[in-house]
C-alpha cells in the first residue's frame, strides 16, 4: 500500500525559498508510467490549488499562476520528491499536501498535508 509522508518547516519568513519534501513508501516514484506525483495547497477559506507534478520519468508540469515561483525535483535514491517555493508571502500560507496521481483516475492517494504559515 501506498503512503506519503510531507516534511518540512512549519514557519517561513517573507521572501525565504520554502522547501517541502514527500517521501513515498510502498511504490517507486520511477517505476510506473500510469503515475505522477503532485503537490497541492489549501489556503485559509479557500479551495485546493494544484501548484505541479513530476512524472515517473522526471518530467515536471507546474500551475501556470505559480511557475515562476515554483520547483520540483525528485531524489530517485530516497524515493522523495520535493516542492521549492520562491519569494512567499503571507499570502503562501496553506496546508501543503503532496499526492499522486494515477493516469485516467485523478489524485488518489494523499499525504496527510503539513501546515506552513509565513510569517516574520
Known amino acids: 500500500q501506498v503512503q506519503l509522508q510531507e516534511s518540512g518547516p512549519n514557519l517561513v519568513k517573507p521572501s525565504q525559498t520554502l522547501t517541502l519534501t514527500c517521501t513515498v513508501s510502498g511504490d517507486s516514484i520511477t517505476s510506473n508510467i500510469n503515475f505522477a506525483w503532485n503537490w497541492i495547497r489549501q489556503r485559509p477559506g479557500k479551495g485546493l490549488e494544484w501548484m505541479g507534478g513530476i512524472a515517473y520519468d522526471g518530467t515536471t508540469y507546474y500551475n501556470p499562476s505559480l511557475k515562476s515561483r515554483t520547483s520540483i525535483s525528485r531524489d530517485t535514491a530516497k524515493n522523495q520528491f520535493s516542492l521549492k517555493l520562491s519569494s512567499v508571502t503571507p499570502e503562501d500560507t496553506a496546508v501543503y499536501y503532496c499526492?499522486?496521481?494515477?493516469?485516467?483516475?485523478?489524485?488518489?492517494?494523499w499525504g496527510q498535508g503539513t501546515p506552513v504559515t509565513v510569517s516574520s
Open positions: 499526492a499522486r496521481e494515477s493516469l485516467g483516475v485523478g489524485l488518489d492517494t
